[in-house]
């Protein structure tokens, strides 16, 4: 079964689950076709590849969106865009588009004036591009015909070696080159929206327009008890700039189990912090709002007879209080395993979900989850249907019509536009606010307020199978949706949620 008829059959499904005794405060749980959020010419250039094997393997946000790198394995074929609190509103880049290289997304970064930085691979030619879309979807791409060794991404900026003696940095509009010759460079990062780099010595370096500064020393030696370093590098999210150096036992004693063989530390450069991790290289790292951080790692990267190379992978989580905690997984491709990330919000996701539910799931601090499907099949169908900006969507209690007026769960729907839900216990009162526009209901009460001013209704909020049921063309035209009935198809079509 092709992509696109799975599109057509599935759409969104979006049901909620309510796990509180109170109908209006009660957990939701919300699930969403990712595809049917990505244009139809978009998805008929997927070609060959099959739902089961997309997933979001990266995500990040900023202020007013989210951003999910779409593909399979560790090939992004596009970034999807969504508003937050409107799940509805969505963008969707694609290297498929005839703006942007048809070559793989490796990595990409978010800038602070909403500007999408990608570093793109193309295996055929092996020749690497930057590309920046800026916030008006203009796309500035570079090609790095002399990458050397793999760059960064952060800040709105771009850095790279072209050969061992230089060191190029890209903001968008130019390019820079620094020569580094003799200067031991064994890493580099971007910091503060300055380019760094690390050499043998430990030492880690700023460079500018202005010129080059020492930041400072790694407050690690460069060998421990009989343990000689083996490897050095640096990540940085632009704010917090960490270092991992690693070390190999000087005897390669085999006899030994190989946790006895190497050693490592993992380093907060910005607060000047160590904690001892046996991971050698960061394969990927997030940095969450809470101020803690997880990095995914490989324990070792050389051959010792009778240890498989790449045998498994670490997770360290250090919390914003500095505790670490460190898991193996038995798995020798990052890109197998489940990651988390905690928003500006408080949400808990993990992504790079893979099987039957690949995807990425968002947990709120009310209870509330949003699952992230690539395929989720819809197998019955409601009498009546609700669609939102084009998107179908439908809830565990289908929606019905009282008094010639559609119902629809009150929590559910308050979740896909975006509003909040408050309940007043004493008065028996259910709150909704969007912005600046707030409603007041009584459940079983035809009087409502809007703004203060009172408004009858032709059916009131109403309790059924532990939900509460709201009118859906009142409340979506209360915040300025423009709302359609077809009577053919039996569908209510709710249309373009203004600011």
Not at 110 to 130: F, H, K
Not at 148 to 174: C, S, Y
Not at 437 to 459: C, W
Request: proline residues 3%; aromatic residues 10%; glycine residues 6%.
């Amino acid at each position: 079964m092709g992509i696109k008829r799975v599109v057509t059959i599935c759409m969104v499904s979006i049901i909620i689950s309510i796990v509180l005794i109170n109908p209006c405060l009660a957990a939701s749980a919300i699930n969403v076709n990712i595809l049917s959020l990505i244009p139809d010419e978009q998805l008929e250039k997927l070609g060959d590849l099959t739902i089961s094997e997309l997933r979001v393997s990266s995500l990040k946000e900023d202020e007013d969106n989210y951003y999910y790198l779409i593909g399979e394995k560790y090939n992004g074929i596009g970034i999807l865009k969504t508003q937050k609190g409107e799940i509805t509103k969505s963008t969707y880049y694609s290297i498929f588009d005839s703006n942007l290289q048809e070559a793989y997304i490796r990595n990409f970064d978010i800038a602070d004036d909403g500007s999408i930085w990608l570093e793109q691979y193309n295996p055929d030619t092996s020749i690497t591009y930057i590309s920046k879309i800026n916030k008006d979807n203009n796309i500035n791409t570079i090609e790095l015909n002399d990458f050397f060794r793999r760059g960064v991404l952060a800040g709105g900026k771009a850095a790279w070696m072209p050969d061992e003696n230089t060191l190029k940095v890209w903001d968008g509009k130019e390019i820079l080159s620094f020569d580094i010759s003799r200067k031991d460079v064994v890493d580099i990062a971007i910091y503060k929206n300055d380019l760094v780099y690390i050499n043998n010595n430990h030492e880690i370096y700023q460079i500018s327009k202005e010129g080059v500064k020492k930041l400072t020393v790694l407050s690690v030696p460069v060998t421990i008890d009989g343990y000689e370093k083996s490897r050095l590098s640096l990540w940085s999210n632009n704010e917090t700039l960490w270092a991992v150096v690693s070390y190999t036992n000087s005897m390669l004693d085999f006899d030994k189990p190989l946790s006895e063989l190497i050693d490592g530390r993992l380093i907060n450069v910005t607060e000047n912090k160590v904690y001892q991790a046996s991971i050698e290289t960061i394969l990927k790292a997030v940095s969450n709002r809470d101020g803690s951080f997880y990095f995914l790692g490989r324990p070792h990267m050389f051959f010792i007879p009778r240890y498989p190379m790449y045998d498994d992978i670490c997770e360290v989580t250090i919390g914003k209080d500095g505790d670490i905690k460190y898991n193996k997984v038995e798995c020798h491709r990052w890109w197998y395993i489940k990651q988390s990330y905690l928003d500006y919000q408080g949400n808990l996701w993990r992504y790079n979900i893979q099987g039957n539910e690949n995807g990425a799931i968002q947990a709120s601090p009310d209870g509330t989850t949003v699952n992230y499907y690539f395929n989720r099949s819809v197998n019955n169908k409601p009498e009546i249907s609700v669609s939102i900006n084009g998107i179908n969507v439908e809830f565990d209690v289908a929606p019905y019509a009282e008094n010639q007026r559609i119902m629809v769960p009150l929590r559910g729907f308050a979740s896909i536009i975006g509003a909040t839900v408050e309940w007043v216990k004493d008065e028996n009162k259910i709150i909704i606010e969007k912005q600046d526009k707030k409603i007041e209901l009584i459940v079983g009460n035809s009087k409502a307020l809007v703004d203060g001013k009172e408004v009858i209704l032709d059916a009131p909020a109403e309790a059924k199978n532990g939900r509460t049921m709201v009118p859906i063309r009142f409340i979506s035209e209360s915040f300025f949706a423009d709302v359609k009935w077809e009577n053919n198809s039996k569908t209510v079509r709710i249309s373009t949620i203004t600011e």
